[in-house]
């Protein structure tokens, strides 16, 4: 018999904005198995909404961490060093473009707004392993971090965030095969679009997700818990001979021919 039962290991999930976020989703899920969580916050803005998220899951941390503030990411491996000593999961659900750059054209995507794009949806995913992985080599982990069709196909207003998928995919290769001698697994979940903060601010979301149910085999949207569900797998021993993968939840859209 095979199930999940995550008591006794540990999970770093981080993008947490609202009860909306795929990470939230994915929280929950690995909760119920009965893994330790903590939750990472952005900035101020968002303590509240997290914290008040977290009461509703005893016994959660929460964190600050702004992945363009080294010193946050180091706080937060000290923090988990001393409270749980090891990693076993880390959930990267982060991304973040500047409005204007992905409400215009593509080819008029400033230096700093495509730097920013990149450092803080792909870079930051290299960066806090690196700086959390003395405790996720310890018992070895499983690492999921969220990417979406854009990474590979043009698809309009995604712009700058496109090329930031495209590079996270590729530095989720290039980490599997360089972290898999210490037995951490690194996989990305190709979510289908899921009304979100961060979805929303793609110019002609709500477009793109009436076209995505029309389209996908399924004939209909996916959800945040599919998600959830998808990352329980992957961060569970379930899927111990899976790394540097991309996994579509996105109810049969990629494998369509039209
Ligand atoms: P979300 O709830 O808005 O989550 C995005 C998270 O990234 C927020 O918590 C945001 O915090 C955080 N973030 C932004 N800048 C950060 C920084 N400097 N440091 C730390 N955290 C930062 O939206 P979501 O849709 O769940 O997004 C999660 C992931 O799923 C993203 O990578 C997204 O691209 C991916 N994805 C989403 C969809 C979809 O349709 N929703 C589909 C495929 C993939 P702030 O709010 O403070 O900026």
């Not at 008591?7 to 330790?36: K, T, Y």
Request: aromatic share 6%; net charge neutral.
């Amino acid at each position: 018999m095979y199930s999940i039962d995550l008591s006794g290991r540990h999970a770093l999930v981080m993008g947490v904005a609202n009860h909306r976020s795929l990470s939230w989703a994915i929280a929950q899920c690995l909760h119920q198995a009965g893994a330790e969580l903590c939750l990472t916050y952005a900035g101020e803005r968002l303590q509240s909404t997290v914290e008040e998220l977290a009461r509703s899951l005893p016994g959660v941390i929460v964190l600050e961490c702004d992945v363009t503030r080294d010193e946050t990411i180091d706080a937060v491996a000290k923090t988990l060093g001393e409270r749980w000593g090891s990693i076993e999961m880390l959930v990267h659900g982060i991304a973040f473009a500047k409005k204007e750059d992905l409400e215009g054209a593509f080819v008029a995507t400033s230096r700093d707004g495509f730097q920013l794009a990149l450092e803080v949806s792909a870079y930051s995913l290299l960066n806090v392993t690196h700086r959390v992985l003395p405790l996720l080599e310890k018992n070895g982990g499983s690492i999921v971090t969220l990417s979406y069709l854009a990474a590979e196909r043009a698809v309009p207003s995604y712009n700058v965030m496109g090329s930031a998928k495209a590079v996270l995919e590729q530095s989720v290769r290039q980490l599997a095969y360089e972290l898999g001698p210490k037995n951490v697994r690194v996989n990305a979940i190709s979510a289908g679009p899921v009304s979100t903060l961060a979805a929303r601010g793609i110019h002609g979301f709500t477009d793109m997700l009436k076209k995505h149910a029309e389209r996908c085999a399924l004939k209909r949207n996916i959800t945040k818990e599919e998600v959830g569900k998808a990352a329980l797998f992957l961060l569970s021993d379930l899927s111990s001979g899976i790394t540097g993968e991309v996994i579509y939840v996105d109810a049969g859209y990629r494998m369509m021919g039209w």
